[in-house]
């Protein structure tokens, strides 16, 4: 029943922090309550038995891609009056049209998902079995991980040296 | 762990909760920054499904595409924080609806 | 993993090797001349490799699947990459001392396709996809100058993500109905699993769908198209038309296959819906277009919208001969597809190159008396767009509609007549433009000796003409896939 | 002899062809030679062969070569020769050459002297073509060539759009006719497989009954182009109009022989039109009203060839009313004699015309007694014979029909009577114009008199409509035998008389003064009638009503190709649909994030909805 | 062989006839002129050899070697493709007049051609290349492949030599056509299909396609194919709009070969297969088709009527006279068909030669406008003859070609039916009323002041010569057929049998 309860719980912490990420005018606030939000996922991944999951999540997402927006937003140096403007822009007349077709989304998925049943997994699927899965049938994924996380690296390298060359 | 029965579709629903949110802020927000963040969101929703489903299901191919999944989140961020730094150096803004010089 | 399956590896292996050792020279020492034939090298390597691995055909990990019409389609976009990478070497001149990292570049975003196109597991088409589309992002954004590149970058990338992260929570939903992310595990369990749960699947799928379907630019998931065509750098244009979107399409044409999504008619429904409004909403969009780069993302909306006839006509196949036109209806009319575009691309990165005022139809005007190589081979390729005979995508409209009548989708074939008739008066424009008579005041300007762009675009114009007069060795090379 | 026949045409063929090909390069003299030595020599051979026939009266038949076969439809380039053909010949030669004759002097001064003989060479050409054919196809060539020619020649000075105006006119609306004459030839072949027209008259007796319908149409369908041809009503207006050419040409084309092809086809084609007793009554109904509406107009005109034309029609109608009441002879009897008197007038006339400086308006003539005497002895005849005083050629050939008339069984004595009104009404119109032009005062000066080349035609014209009423044309074999019957004799007196009464009221009227129609003209009654009468009936006035100015209309609508209109509502439709999509590309991310998302949704409605189904 | 050499010849010639520009600028029209003629007398000494051309066998549909020439070579042999040239009567007379026509396009366009000389000899050579190859080729998918790609080189002709508004005229002409075409293409594919599902052979073969059973209402649905595409081209109304806009705005060669030539492939695809192929189906649709041709008979007459262009003009009478050769199809008996295939030939003729006088007006005026002209005869009497002759050609004087063709196919629709008879007739009032207004607007009426000092030039050699050759011609049609009825006749008579042996079950 506790993990229920938490999960519950945790989920709601996470709906609610991620609406209110999507709703900031500032940048940094936004992305504490993505950080809140992302670790309220985490701790989903551990209650349904995927602790290794919720390790990488806190760890590379919550910690290093987030880390990542917040370096940018310090070297964009966004101001106050930026963020008066990004108020200024949440207006209803901007945001009801979107919202209808996210509702209309979120109701069709909600439909169909709805018919599925059955609680998730009794059994924690162990860091081992991923490791295992992983460097067994998945081999070559992570080879290829390796090229797009190169194409990446190559990709924000031609861009941002740019920008500082020309800053300097 | 014993006893563990939250119900998949309740954690599916509240993936689909956070795609839909994630959906929703690429629509209403302009500023880039912003942007990127929703993408991230939608991200972790199929994220989020993926290990639910892989829980469900008791395998770990649920938790292995979560990683990709996060190898791609980065590489794109990367990229895209990259474009932010030169749409701000360009076009000293970051409002997106301001970059429509190509229509028609 | 055993030898054979090395081999069988064997593009994907020199891709990897070639962007390994561009790294390393990089390092070493920058020089963009010796990057381009170690690209290059790489490339023909890479041919060689393709042509190699077909001894050795087979299944490798449940990742991959190597079999002749993967390879075959391995072999094209090579060709087609080759093509970009000749006519990259003179474009971006302001760029030229950072070159490395473009072809660099290339060259992972071609490991991504042919990833994608061998995929037969959610997990190398999730890869494969992003990493062919992360190395296009910079390569759109790579000039250095003008807002345009930029824009287009900024566009696909947020937009691209999007429909990835569409694309993932599909797989997701299919993963949770079925249990299995491979195809072919997936097609298995969801027929044995059809009474059980099948709205989880179908939204997984349209889900699937929608994500490919924006990379293929279908309608309504096509307005990227224009925008980016027009914003990237000419030869990457090229290239995203007829690599990216071929790949995507071959990878589309296994999911559908494999995971047997052929038997569920709300899916059919949705992909005629889509493939109806594409065809349309394309040749209309392109109608009146004076920007040739938008006019012609705006006509490849409506000629995947075309491709898409083919596989709802293998829903309503029934015998076992149709289901082989069928292979055969992909593989020419793709096929047909990338060299006529990229004898279009050709031409117009070699006048157009990166200014976008050169790439509006005035610019063209006359260009039969200033260089009739390249208007022949932009005249060429438009007739063949427009499916006039004697030209390839002559017979790949013969095979869409021979399916279509098989298949008796008359709707479709309906959309397909009309918007072939729509399309004619936009192609022809260019045509006309081109043939001008007005523009012979031009004549004067000193005409270059025949470069290799020249080359490459009487090479591709008659391969055009190849494949649209003596079609029957291909018919029978693409039988035998 | 008999097989020269077929040089009769080819002659004035061939040497219409030289005046062609030579009209920038021969000589006056040669040109004149030519054009009218041709025809001579055309009128010798027909002279030949018809006293070769005389001697031995047996028709025949000469094929050239087969025109065309298709299936059994095989008409050959093939002549007919028989007593019809012979007078028919003999006319069109004869005075042809005459008139050719005339012309060498009448157009002496023209610049297209070449051109003018090619044409008439061309026509007589056609015209014999036309009357020695041996089916109707070849008949219908002739037909549509003397149109031609005749187009040709209305407009022959083409720089006056005046002239053009009516040429075209002439030929449309004989066109009119032509059309219903080669529906008729469809539907002669359809029902009886030939167009050779004795083997057609003979398998026609054999399939028809008379009074059957078909024979009806089919008589109608040819008298449509009878009409048309020879300017009956309701398609007589043309003729009036045609006299915009050379006056020669209207003596040829437009009196003495094209406009009598529809008596000529009628009378050919005897064997069809007996099966149908309605159709001959409609020809002598057509044949009355036309001669007496065209005598009411003649009464009015004062342009001196527009008497003369519609006192043609008159004179046409004359002979349809003896076709229609079965004197076939009659009426090619009164062909002849009217070829000669009216192309007598006719080039009296040209005479007239050409020394008064072009003056048509006869109130502007007077007194030319004396100035042209030759001149006016020839009207004094022509002008007698056509009124049909006793003695002269009309005289003969009118009293026939008139008492012919009388004996139709169905309606004769009204015939007769409306027969014997036009007699009158002839007499006073023709001596009118005698009397007007001739007497009174002088009021223009004439140039002097005909030369020699115009005075033997006249005289030669003169002495044939005396004493053409006493030849005897060798028909009787083409014709089924006249009853034999004879009216009372009161009748005969009657008939007789009438014409004499014409002339006195005219000279009472004209030229005396003494019978003042001042008063009754001037009525606000007779007023209306004079115009009435003087514009011929009204008719052109209707015609372009009815026909010609909402054809002009619906040209003018159509201009624009309203079909076209529609393929510019696609092409719209096409634009509308661009523009539409266009705005839709408005180059915000945003909005293309909401059309995928809209798009997803939809995808994932439409996979919903079946899937629904099938649960 | 010699068929494909008869097409080779003129693709090469036009090869040639592109690269001699560089010789000199007047050297291509030469070579085009020398490349025709020798195709011609090429054609002429192969037939040489054959039986009499009057005793011709009658070919049997069906059975190509009782043909006149046969050629057959695979191509796509997956599809069941060859390259399949057959050769009969009427094939042999498309053929014998295209190639007069195309040496006397050539002589049309001597002078008025300005720029790019070789380019367009070698187009018009390519023209008739793909025209040639339209009337010999009995494989269907050769049939629309050469029925496409004979617009090409006829578009660059309209496009880049023609008139003011060309790039109008020549999209509006590749469209129409390439729209229909694509009709046709599917109606060709479910044609193969159905054969196919009934023998399981791809074949594309006319001769393997004909008698392919298959349900009415698929018959009547692929018919409609054919024919709309086939009439697209004739042109019948109402799909005739191209047609005045291109013919218009078309180079002088370009509207010969467009009236002369390329107008008659589509009655000549209505004879071949339209009816042909799908017989049942045709009878059911002939009183549209009829209808169809009436209806454009009398509309392009009173079109023609209201215009004021010249071009224009004779390119509505050209509607008008396709009309006939619709009725004349469609009526399906030897007369209309004979009377169809005569009005091909002589209408061929007749246009042209308007066509050739507007254009050497254009070329001495520089207006097609007839309120410019005026009286014209009196400068140049020897067009103005030439003219008026042909107007009376055109009319259907009896003696010319035209008549012996209208007169037929009115014969044959008679006894179809005596109604659109009738209305068809009127073709023939309503034809003299536009053919003398041209006359009186042009060449006769008071002379145009403005015109009097042009200096005009009358018809001289080289032009009287080429005339000269219609005129005879058309006399000849006009007097004595035969020769040309007994070409087509044992054809004709074939297929009348074979269709008549279809309807009876």
């Given amino acids: 029943m506790l993990e229920i309860t938490l999960f519950y719980i945790a989920a709601t912490i996470a709906l609610v922090a991620t609406v209110l990420a999507m709703t900031r005018a500032n940048a940094i606030h936004a992305l504490i309550y993505l950080i809140v939000s992302l670790l309220a996922v985490a701790v989903i991944f551990f209650l349904i038995g995927a602790p290794f999951a919720a390790a990488l999540e806190i760890v590379i997402y919550a910690g290093a891609i987030m880390v990542l927006f917040v370096f940018v937003i310090m070297m964009l140096n966004l101001g106050e009056e930026g963020d008066a403007r990004e108020r200024g822009l949440l207006q209803p007349s901007i945001w009801a049209g979107p919202t209808v077709l996210s509702l209309l989304l979120f109701a069709e998925l909600l439909y169909m998902i709805s018919t599925i049943e059955g609680p998730v997994s009794t059994q924690a699927v162990s860091a081992k079995e991923v490791g295992l899965a992983l460097f067994g049938p998945y081999v070559l994924a992570v080879e290829i991980a390796a090229m797009l996380l190169l194409a990446g690296l190559v990709g924000s390298f031609h861009l941002g040296r740019r920008y500082l060359e020309r800053e300097e | ?104 | 993993m055993n030898t054979g399956q090395l081999m069988a590896l064997m593009p994907i292996l020199m891709l990897s090797l070639t962007a390994v050792v561009l790294m390393i020279q990089a390092s070493i020492k920058r020089d963009q001349g010796l990057a381009w034939w170690i690209t290059a090298i790489g490339f023909l390597l890479t041919l060689w490799g393709a042509g190699y691995a077909r001894e050795f055909t087979q299944p490798v990990t449940m990742l991959l699947m190597v079999d002749d019409w993967g390879l075959f389609f391995t072999t094209l976009i090579l060709v087609a990459s080759l093509v970009t990478l000749i006519l990259s070497k003179d474009s971006f001149s302001p760029e030229g001392e950072r070159k490395e990292e473009y072809y660099l570049l290339l060259v992972l975003s071609v490991l991504g396709a042919v990833v994608l196109i061998q995929s037969s597991h959610m997990a190398s088409l999730l890869l494969g996809m992003e990493l062919m589309g992360v190395a296009l992002y910079g390569m759109i954004a790579f000039p250095e100058k003008g807002e345009l590149p930029l824009e287009a970058a900024i566009k696909y990338l947020v937009l691209s993500a999007c429909a990835s992260a569409m694309l993932l929570f599909g797989f997701a939903l299919i993963y949770a109905a079925t249990g299995d992310l491979s195809y072919g595990g997936m097609g298995a369990k969801a027929a044995a699993a059809f009474s059980q749960e099948p709205l989880v699947l179908m939204a997984g799928s349209a889900m699937v769908l929608a994500g490919l379907g924006f990379k293929l630019s279908v309608v309504p998931f096509h307005m990227w198209t224009p925008d980016v065509y027009q914003g990237a750098p000419t030869p990457v244009t090229g290239f995203l038309a007829t690599v990216s979107k071929g790949a995507v399409f071959v990878a589309l044409t296994r999911f559908y296959l494999d995971g047997q999504l052929y038997q569920y008619d709300s899916l059919i429904m949705a992909l005629s819906v889509v493939a109806m409004a594409s065809m349309l909403v394309g040749n209309w969009l392109a109608l009146r277009q004076d920007n040739i780069k938008r006019l012609l993302a705006y006509s490849s909306i409506a000629h995947f919208g075309y491709l898409l006839i083919v596989l709802i006509a293998l829903a309503a196949a029934q015998s076992t001969m149709s289901s082989e036109l069928i292979g055969q209806a992909i593989t020419f009319y793709l096929a047909a597809y990338i060299v006529t575009t990229l004898a279009a691309f050709t031409v117009i990165a070699n006048l157009a190159g990166e200014d976008d005022s050169k790439s509006m139809l005035s610019a063209f005007e006359g260009l039969f008396w200033r260089n009739p190589v390249q208007a022949s081979a932009l005249t060429v390729a438009m007739l063949s767009f427009a499916g006039i005979p004697l030209t390839a995508g002559f017979i790949g409209k013969f095979y869409l509609i021979m399916l279509s009548i098989q298949s008796q989708l008359w709707v479709l074939l309906g959309a397909l007549v009309l918007g072939s008739a729509i399309a004619i008066y936009y192609y022809l424009r260019i045509i006309f433009a081109m043939s001008k008579t007005s523009g012979t005041m031009i004549k004067t300007e000193s005409r270059a000796a025949l470069g290799a762009q020249d080359i490459v675009a009487a090479l591709l114009l008659l391969l055009v003409l190849a494949l649209g007069s003596w079609p029957q060795p291909f018919i029978e090379f693409a039988g035998a896939l | 002899m008999g097989d020269m026949i077929w040089l009769v045409p080819l002659i004035p063929m061939l040497s219409s062809i030289l005046l062609m090909l030579g009209s920038g390069s021969l000589p006056r003299v040669i040109i004149g030679l030519l054009g009218v030595c041709s025809v001579g020599a055309a009128a010798v051979l027909t002279l030949l062969v018809g006293l070769d026939f005389l001697a031995n009266p047996q028709p025949f038949q000469m094929t050239l070569w087969t025109w065309m076969q298709v299936g059994n439809f095989s008409p050959g380039i093939a002549f007919y020769f028989d007593g019809l053909t012979l007078v028919m010949m003999s006319v069109i030669t004869g005075v042809g050459f005459l008139i050719h004759l005339f012309s060498t002097e009448f157009m002496e001064e023209d610049v297209s002297y070449a051109r003018y003989f090619a044409y008439l060479n061309m026509f007589v050409a056609a015209m014999l073509v036309l009357v020695m054919a041996d089916n109707l196809l070849l008949l219908y060539l002739g037909w549509e060539g003397v149109g031609v020619c005749s187009y040709l020649l209305v407009g022959f000075w083409y720089q006056n759009s005046a002239n053009g105006q009516a040429a075209r006119k002439a030929f449309v609306v004989t066109r009119i006719g032509d059309t219903a004459m080669a529906l008729g030839l469809l539907l002669l072949f359809t029902q009886l497989g030939t167009l050779d027209i004795q083997a057609m008259m003979g398998v026609a007796n054999e399939q028809w009954q008379v009074g059957d319908t078909l024979p009806l149409i089919a008589c109608l369908l040819l008298l449509g182009g009878a009409v048309g041809k020879s300017a009956q009503l309701p398609l007589h207006t043309w003729l009036p109009d045609a006299m915009a050419g050379p006056t020669p040409v209207s003596a040829l084309i437009h009196a003495a022989t094209m406009v009598t092809a529809g008596v000529y086809l009628i009378a050919r084609t005897n064997g069809l039109f007996l099966l149908a007793p309605t159709a001959m009554m409609i020809v002598a109904l057509i044949g009355l009203a036309t001669s007496l509406m065209a005598a009411f107009t003649a009464l009015m005109q004062s342009d001196i060839k527009r008497i003369l034309a519609y006192s043609t029609i008159s004179q046409i109608g004359y002979m349809f009313l003896a076709l229609g009441v079965g004197a076939w002879t009659a009426g090619i009897f009164h062909l002849m004699t009217h070829a000669f008197f009216k192309a007598l007038l006719f080039l009296g006339s040209g005479a007239i015309i050409h020394y008064l400086h072009h003056e048509h308006d006869i109130f502007k003539m007077g007194g030319l007694r004396s100035k042209m005497p030759v001149t006016f002895w020839s009207f004094m005849i022509g002008s007698a014979a056509l009124a049909a005083l006793p003695m002269t050629s009309g005289f003969f050939s009118k009293d026939q029909i008139l008492l012919q008339a009388y004996l139709q069984p169905d309606a004769g004595p009204w015939l007769w009577l409306g027969g014997l009104l036009g007699a009158l009404l002839t007499a006073i119109y023709s001596f009118r114009l005698v009397f007007v032009v001739f007497f009174g005062e002088a009021k223009t000066q004439p140039d002097g008199d005909t030369g020699w080349r115009m005075a033997l035609p006249l005289v030669v014209l003169c002495g044939l409509a005396m004493v053409g009423g006493y030849f005897i044309i060798p028909v009787a074999e083409v014709f089924p035998v006249a009853s034999g019957e004879h009216p009372a004799n009161w009748v005969e007196y009657v008939s007789i008389s009438v014409p004499l009464m014409g002339l006195l009221l005219s000279y009472l009227i004209f030229h005396s003064g003494q019978l003042n129609v001042d008063k009754l003209v001037n009525s606000s009654l007779g007023q209306w009638l004079r115009r009435f009468w003087h514009s011929g009936w009204g008719i052109d006035w209707l015609y372009d009503r009815i026909f010609v100015r909402p054809y002009y209309r619906l040209s003018g609508i159509m201009v624009n190709e309203p079909i076209d209109a529609i393929y510019g509502l696609i092409v719209a439709i096409n634009q509308t649909f661009n523009h539409w999509l266009a705005e839709s590309q408005t180059g915000r991310m945003r909005w293309y994030i909401a059309s995928m998302v809209f798009g997803l949704i939809l995808v994932l409605t439409l996979a919903l909805q079946i899937s629904a189904e099938a649960l | 062989m010699v068929m494909v050499n008869l097409i080779l010849i003129l693709l090469l010639g036009g090869v040639i006839a592109m690269l001699s520009e560089r010789a000199g600028e007047n050297i291509p029209r030469r070579v085009a002129l020398v490349v025709i003629m020798l195709d011609l007398a090429y054609l002429l000494s192969e037939l040489w050899g054959m039986p009499s051309l009057t005793q011709l066998q009658a070919p049997m549909p069906d059975d190509p070697s009782t043909w006149l020439m046969h050629f057959k070579a695979q191509w796509i042999p997956a599809f069941g493709i060859s390259i399949e040239l057959a050769l009969d009567g009427i094939s042999l007379l498309m053929v014998l007049l295209t190639l007069v026509l195309g040496a006397i396009a050539v002589s049309a366009s001597w002078t008025d051609i300005a720029v790019k000389h070789g380019f367009f000899e070698a187009n018009l050579l390519w023209t008739l290349a793909g025209v040639l190859g339209v009337f010999m080729a009995l494989d269907l998918f050769l049939f629309f492949l050469f029925w496409e790609v004979m617009l090409i080189p006829m578009y660059f002709m309209i496009a880049i030599w023609g008139h003011e508004n060309r790039g109008y005229a020549a999209m509006k002409f590749f469209i129409f056509t390439q729209a229909s075409g694509l009709l046709m293409l599917v109606a060709t594919l479910a044609l193969v299909k159905v054969n196919h599902s009934a023998t399981g052979q791809w074949s594309f073969s006319y001769f393997d396609l004909l008698n392919t059973p298959m349900p009415e209402q698929t018959a009547h649905w692929l018919m409609l194919g054919f024919f709309i595409a086939f009439v697209v081209k004739l042109p019948a109304f109402p799909f005739h709009t191209w047609l005045p806009d291109a013919h218009t705005q078309a180079p002088t060669a370009g509207s010969v070969i467009l009236a002369g030539i390329l107008l008659k492939t589509g009655a000549y695809g209505l004879i071949r297969f339209a009816v042909p192929l799908f017989p049942e189906a045709a009878l059911d649709f002939s009183w549209t088709a009829m209808a169809l041709g009436a209806a454009g008979v009398v509309y392009g007459a009173v079109l023609a009527f209201s215009q004021s262009d010249f071009k224009r003009l004779v390119a509505y009478s050209s509607v008008s006279h396709m009309g006939f050769v619709l009725l004349g199809v469609y009526a399906w008996n030897e007369l209309a068909l004979q009377g169809a295939v005569m009005q091909m030939v002589a209408h061929g003729f007749s246009t042209a030669a308007l066509f050739m006088i507007a254009g050497s007006l254009q070329e001495r005026l520089h207006t097609r406008d007839m309120r410019e002209m005026g009286g014209l005869w009196q400068q140049m009497p020897r067009m103005g003859a030439v003219a008026m002759f042909f107007v009376l050609a055109s009319l259907g004087l009896p003696g010319l070609g035209n008549f012996v063709a209208e007169f037929l196919v009115l014969l044959g629709l008679f006894q179809i039916s005596p109604w659109i008879t009738a209305v068809a007739a009127l073709g023939l009032i309503t034809g003299a009323i536009y053919s003398l207004i041209l006359m009186q607007k042009s060449f006769q009426g008071e002379p145009n002041p403005k015109l009097q000092d042009h200096g005009l030039v009358d018809f001289a050699g080289r032009e009287m010569l080429t005339m000269t050759v219609m005129m005879v011609a058309l006399i000849g049609l006009g007097l004595y057929p035969q020769p040309v009825l007994d070409m087509a006749q044992p054809v004709l008579q074939s297929l009348l049998e074979m269709t008549s042996v279809e309807a009876m079950p």
Avoid: C, Y
């Fill in chain 2, 1 to 104: 762990m014993e006893g563990l029965n939250i119900p998949l579709n309740h954690i599916l629903l509240v993936s689909t909760l956070l795609f839909s949110i994630g959906m929703l802020g690429l629509m209403i927000r302009r500023n880039i920054i912003f942007i990127l963040m929703s993408l991230e969101v939608m991200l972790n929703a199929a994220a989020l499904a993926f290990v639910a489903a892989g829980a469900h299901w008791g395998q770990p191919d649920g938790q292995i595409i979560f990683m990709l999944i996060l190898t791609v989140a980065a590489a794109e961020v990367a990229v895209g924080l990259g474009l932010v730094l030169q749409v701000q150096r360009r076009f000293k803004t970051l409002d997106m609806d301001s970059a429509n010089r190509m229509r028609g």
